[in-house]
C-alpha cells in the first residue's frame, strides 16, 4: 500500500479520535487513501484487503466498519433490510441502487425535490432521511 494513502487513511481516523491500529489504518487507506469516495460493502472490503495483500478477517472488517459509523466518518445504507452498505461521503444525498448488480451510486442531489415529509411520531425526531432509488436496467 502507499505511503500516502496510509497518510491520509491515518489522519481520516485521527478526525474522529480513532486510535490508528494496523487494521484500521489498513482498511482508512483503502477506503479513503485515493480522496474518492465509496461505497463498499463488509464483502467487497474485505476482498480488496485481500487483493492489496493485507490480512484482515471479515469479522475484523465488519467490526471496524461499525466503528467508522459509530465515529461519524461513515454511513450505512440498508437495501432490503438486510444488505449494508458504507459510504465515505457524509454529505447528505440521495442513491441509486441497481438491482441487476447490487451495485449503490450516488445519484444527483440537485435533481431530488422532498417538498414534505411526515411528521414524527410525538416524543421522536427526524434524524435524517434517507433516499435510495432502486434502477433496473431496461
Do not use: C
Request: proline share 4%; charged share 25%.
Amino acid at each position: 500500500m502507499q505511503d500516502i494513502a496510509i497518510d491520509t487513511g491515518t489522519r481520516w481516523l485521527s478526525q474522529a479520535g480513532l486510535r490508528p491500529t494496523r487494521q484500521r489504518v489498513s482498511l482508512a487507506a483503502l477506503l479513503v487513501g485515493d480522496g474518492q469516495d465509496r461505497h463498499v460493502t463488509a464483502e467487497s472490503l474485505h476482498a480488496s484487503t485481500v487483493t492489496a495483500g493485507e490480512k484482515v478477517s471479515l469479522a475484523t472488517v465488519y467490526n471496524t466498519l461499525k466503528a467508522f459509523v459509530d465515529a461519524g466518518l461513515m454511513r450505512e445504507i440498508t437495501v432490503d433490510g438486510s444488505k449494508s452498505y458504507f459510504d465515505t461521503n457524509m454529505s447528505d444525498h440521495p442513491h441509486f441502487y441497481w438491482e441487476d448488480s447490487a451495485e449503490l451510486t450516488d445519484a444527483p442531489m440537485d435533481q431530488l425535490v422532498i417538498s414534505q415529509v411526515p411528521d414524527a411520531p410525538e416524543g421522536a425526531e427526524i434524524a435524517k432521511v434517507d433516499v435510495v432509488i432502486r434502477l433496473r436496467r431496461t
